[in-house]
């Protein structure tokens, strides 16, 4: 089959890769239309030690079922009824997951020790013609809902995850740091709650963007707009917020928050930044700042707030490119300024 | 009067400093003991700009009353009961604060932007024959306490503000880093919640001091033993505990914090490193930890706790010494090795 593979080096567009083979348990699903997240870009600058087919945001067909063994092999209700999944347009969470261990048991799956996660760690990812993954990882997908749409479930999701850590209320003054892709969603997603909220960036259209989409999710939600999208340059340094997310995926934007949150209030960390910065942890202290790492999220309360229009993903796209030219993507650099990029994989006819 | 005072070089005691006047709705408090903690040696080392007399960790007794004017001063019930204060055995919270911003408003008084800190910030401390306390910062000390566990009311209270910011019961797999003041009274707060408790050290006399205290904290709550000291170089490094609080004094700390805490687990930071350290945040990121910074607590749970003996602290005095033979004790690595030192200023006869 085709795939971008990336083998600790270099991305490079694949045409003899074998089609793999669903473990019992697992369905092998045909993708449509995958999304490109930062992560993807880090990990093919070595950052992460993967090697493989990249990717972990995809929508797709199943196509095949392997049914999970009497042997041992844990068997969810989606297992259960395996068969019902086949032909379904899907999208599937990442951490696929033993299910037995001590954090499994805790109900901690999604940081399971041996887990594997699509496109990031010991399993070939979704920038391909097919992928695996456990049936009961899957998500179906809406039929009013586009590939385009079903794409974002992912990192959707990931962006709701901050609302089940962290109480935000329409009283709730909050930040988000970057215009990028994530912060978009992620301001989105807390426009929905009528909060006080600022979007921080630096680019004129990408703020005009979510200046227009938050509007949108606010009134979605009958709450009134609260919404203001600021210049980094701009924003007036005052330590009176309650909630600041960092979404620039740059180191810095820790110190940045810091500067922005009121004493007791909270951070929430939403991007892995590669390098490591000198960082005095003093003032989180004696400010009693909470600092609130936050990674995957809800699939379902993803894939609700879009199917009930109350967040827009489409106009972050920035372009669609077939699969077979994408591998230049991936270079240093390579689309500077893009939101949301696809890659076209099946044909949509 | 005397005190021992910091002129941003050098502690030195000084017999030649006027007698404090209250201010409006202030309390003049004749001290009787003090105790030295690691924030007096970290000015001591010039690090936080502070000038002035060292100190906030007290008990004394209030020997004079300047009385709330009409002018504006808040006025809460303590001021407008100040005679009763007169003549009383006393501790103070350390925070001034304005009463009116908004920080104040919000019930985030302790964090007040316009707020003086005893013996920190822009108001001289404890070491000294007398301090000055707004009458709604003070505490009185029942009489079965003697004047060496009153000094601890302090330091006993920021170690009870771990239990007001993150649940810890029975069930919970807590750690407490270092062995040293303020890890030892930590410990003995989270004892007697029955969690299961492992405080690492590097000392062994401290370490078997502690086991006995925290023996007696969970048998003064009833609840069941379930603790054990470590040794640092014998302690497992197994990511599976719920709750580690970092009370090492070092920026390594927290890198070690972050090898015990399982994932969704919360670090508590109780201590202020001075030195920045490298860091790389992405595993809070990616194992979604929690980081609370964490300052002063409550007193009157310290004073209950002390008053119903549940956790012991006279155990913990090392050495008391007069205030005018004090002052080199703040000389770097003047005290290797001691838990707490007390001042004696007033004679208790």
Redesign the interface.
């Known amino acids: 089959m085709r795939a971008l593979h990336f083998d600790g080096t270099a991305v490079r567009f694949r045409t003899d890769l074998p089609t793999p083979a669903p473990a019992p348990g697992e369905a092998l699903i045909r993708v449509r239309a995958a999304g490109i997240c930062q992560t993807d870009l880090e990990i093919a600058k070595g950052y992460m030690g993967f090697t493989g087919i990249l990717g972990h945001e995809f929508v797709g067909i199943v196509e095949k079922i392997a049914p999970a063994s009497d042997a041992g092999v844990p068997t969810g209700a989606s297992a259960l009824n395996a068969a019902r999944w086949l032909g379904k347009r899907v999208t599937g969470e990442i951490n696929c997951v033993c299910g037995k261990c001590?954090?499994c048991a805790r109900g901690?799956s999604s940081?399971c020790t041996a887990r594997t996660v699509l496109g990031i760690q010991n399993r070939d990812g979704a920038f391909a013609d097919c992928l695996c993954l456990p049936l009961r990882n899957l998500h179906e997908i809406p039929d009013h809902l586009s590939d385009d749409e079903a794409a974002f479930v992912e990192p959707l999701a990931a962006a709701f995850q901050i609302l089940r850590?962290v109480p935000i209320e329409k009283r709730t003054r909050a930040v988000v740091l970057g215009d990028g892709r994530l912060g978009q969603l992620v301001a989105q997603v807390l426009a929905t709650t009528g909060c006080a909220l600022t979007l921080v960036g630096h680019h004129e259209s990408k703020l005009a963007l979510a200046e227009k989409l938050c509007a949108g999710a606010t009134a979605a939600r009958q709450t009134s707009a609260q919404f203001r999208a600021v210049f980094e340059r701009d924003l007036r340094a005052a330590r009176?917020h309650d909630v600041v997310v960092d979404c620039t995926g740059h180191?810095e934007g820790?110190l940045r928050a810091l500067s922005l949150v009121?004493?007791?209030g909270t951070i929430v960390?939403?991007?892995?930044?590669?390098?490591?910065?000198?960082?005095?942890?003093?003032?989180?202290?004696?400010?009693?700042?909470?600092?609130?790492?936050?990674?995957c999220g809800p699939f379902d309360q993803a894939i609700r707030a879009l199917a009930a229009r109350e967040v827009q993903v489409a106009p972050l796209i920035s372009r669609s490119v077939p699969l077979a030219q994408s591998a230049p993507l991936f270079a240093p650099g390579a689309a500077p300024g893009a939101l949301k990029i696809l890659l076209r994989i099946q044909d949509r006819t």
């Open positions: 001590d954090l901690l940081h850590q009176d180191a820790f009121r004493p007791r960390l939403k991007t892995t930044a590669a390098a490591a910065a000198p960082l005095n942890l003093a003032p989180v202290v004696i400010d009693e700042i909470t600092i609130v790492g936050s990674r």
